[in-house]
C-alpha cells in the first residue's frame, strides 16, 4: 500500500512496522495499525534501556498528523516490560511520549502553525481543539526549556508587561544582542524577590559575565541590577523614558482641557491628545495642521510640548559629558517652567543621571530598540489569544513566539 511506504520513507522507527492502513470514510479517517518489529525488545520508559516484554495493553490511538484532510490515528497496543531497575512499565514508543494522544511529529506540526496563527485558529485549521493545541506547545517549549544553551549572555533587557486584564504584572528578562535577541526568562510580579529568580537561574558565572544591561527605571529591577551585575554598565532605556515623558505631558494636556472647559474657553485642546503625543514625522496632514495652531496659544500644553521636543536633541548626541550638560541645562529649564508633571520628570532625570549617560557609553555595542521591539512582540502574542488568563499557559505562549528555543528532533519535518 502507497502509504505505508511513504511513511516508512518519512517516519521509519527501526523496532515498529507499519502494519496496514484502513480509510474509514464516514468519519475522514486514517487508520494505521502499527506493531512491533519481530524480534525487536522493547524500552522501559523510566530508564530508556531494552527489557524484556511482560504483556500488553489494549490498542491505543495516538493523532498523526493529517493527510488530504483526513485525520491519521496510529494503532498501536503499548508492551509492558519487567525492567530490572524500575519494574513493570509501560514501554517507550520514539513516536509519542507519556500520556498524550498526540505523536511528537503532530505536536510538532501544530505547534508550529501556532506560531504564525493564533491558538483558536490553529485548531480549526486543523481540525483539532484548543487544549491539544495548547498541549502542543507545551511539549515543545518544554523540551525547548531542557535542551536550550543559556551562555554566554552579554547584553540582557528588562521590563514588565501587564496581563490577566492589567492587573497584574509579569518580569520578561530578554537577551538583546545583535546575534542572539529572544527571550530568556519570565517572572510573576515585578518585585526584587522574582526578578532575583532569573540570576538564580542563569547561575553566578553567566550573570558575572553581562556587560550590558537596559531596564526602565523601576526600582526593584535597579536595586537587583545593583546587586548582581556590578560589573555590568546600567543602561536607562531610551524607549521608556520617551514613554513616561509623554504621560506627564498627556497629564498636562489633560488638566489644562479641563480646566479651560471649567472657565468657559474656546476648547482648543480638543482632539489635540495625539497631535502633541506623536513624534512630528508621524503626524498626518490633518493633525499637523491642528499642531500649527495649537502652537500660536500660550498654554502650558504649548510649552511641555515644546520642552519634549526639544529633549529629543539629547539622544543625538556622541559624547556623554555633552550629553551631561544639555540634561542639565534641560532639567534646569523644566525646573522654571512651573509645569508640575514635567517638573516631576525632570527630577526623576536628575536622580537617574549616571544611568541615563551609560545610554552614550553603550550605544555603540548594540541598539536600544531592541527591548521595545521585543515588548511590542509579547503584547501582541498575548493579545492574539483570550485564552492565556493562567501565568502557566501565558508563559509557555510567550517562551514559544519569542524564546527561540531549540525544537525536539523528529524523523521527518511535515510543515
Ligand atoms: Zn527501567
Known sequence: MRLISLLNHYQHFPGFVYERA??????????????????????????????????????????????????????????????????????AVPWG???????????????HWARKLSWQETAVSFRSTWDKVCQSVEYVVQWGLEHRQLGPIVAIGVDEIQYAKGHKYLTLVYQIEQQCTRLLWIGRERTVASF????????????????FVCSDMWQPYLAVIRERCRQAIHILDRFHIVAKMNT???????????????DGYEPVLKKTRWCVLKRRANL????????????????????????KEDFQQFWEYESPSWAGKFLDDWCCQVMRSRIEPMKKIARTLRSHRVLIL???????????????????????????????RTFHITEIALYHALGRLPEPDVAHRFF
Open 22 to 91: 484502513r480509510h474509514c470514510a464516514s468519519n475522514q479517517t486514517i487508520e494505521i495499525a502499527v506493531r512491533p518489529r519481530r524480534g525487536s525488545r522493547p524500552v522501559c520508559s523510566g530508564c530508556d534501556k531494552p527489557a524484556p516484554a511482560y504483556d500488553h495493553l489494549k490498542p491505543r490511538r495516538f493523532e498523526f498528523v493529517p493527510l488530504w484532510g483526513c485525520m491519521v490515528v496510529l494503532l498501536y497496543c503499548m508492551r509492558r516490560v519487567d525492567c530490572r531497575t524500575c519494574g513493570v512499565r509501560v514501554e
Open 196 to 211: 532575583e529568580q532569573f540570576f538564580i537561574l542563569i547561575g553566578e558565572r553567566l550573570a558575572g559575565q553581562i556587560e
Open 358 to 388: 551609560n545610554y552614550f557609553h553603550a550605544r555603540k555595542q548594540f541598539s536600544s530598540g531592541v527591548v521595545e521591539g521585543l515588548n511590542n512582540k509579547a503584547k501582541l502574542t498575548m493579545r492574539k489569544s483570550y485564552g492565556f
Open 248 to 262: 506627564a505631558l498627556d497629564q498636562v494636556r489633560a488638566g489644562e482641557a479641563r480646566r479651560l472647559a471649567r
Open 97 to 111: 511520549i507519556g500520556k498524550h494522544q498526540l505523536t511528537k511529529a503532530y505536536m510538532l506540526f501544530l505547534a
Open 284 to 307: 498626518t496632514g490633518q493633525q499637523r495642521f491642528r499642531l500649527r495652531d495649537l502652537l500660536r496659544y500660550n498654554l502650558r500644553t504649548v510649552r511641555a510640548y515644546l520642552l
